[in-house]
């Protein structure tokens, strides 16, 4: 069976437009030092340390895929609870992603299928602490990111 050359272009433009909903993106966020309980102490970008609501701004509504957190520190059992947390534009609250916890292996890989959240700032809090000795310890998470409206003009 044969389309005619409108429906194959309607066709074209439309799985086009689904394309452009999923593009996936990857930010880098760092930390260094003695973490504490209830801080915000990744860099996403030039060094200056996170808060609410000053983290990584995203423009558009998105999803997260997932995150990989990894570690290098003299501590031998290290136990950290972190918090990815969203902030709308304008919130005042924000809104837990997911929690996770990092132990002795230093490192935590996981795929999620967050909730789709609308444009805002997405942030890392460390909750709950234990074992953390090392005040030279570093900390880099990589945090996956999907849009889910068109980012074509």
Known sequence: ?????NTRLNNIAHYNALNARRECFCSTAEAEG????GSYPFSM???SVS???F???VFFQH???GYALASVSADAIPLVEFFIEHLAEGATESTIIDRFVMDNMKS???KITSLIFPPGQICIRVGDIDGLDDEFAKYRIALYLQA???LLA
């Open 148 to 150: 889910e409206e068109s």
């Open 55 to 57: 983290g990584l701004p």
């Open 63 to 65: 999803r997260v895929l």
């Open 1 to 5: 069976m044969y389309l005619s050359l």
């Open 34 to 37: 003695s973490l504490i309980t």
């Open 45 to 47: 970008g030039t060094g």
């Open 108 to 110: 935590v890989s996981r």
């Open 51 to 53: 808060s609410v609501p």
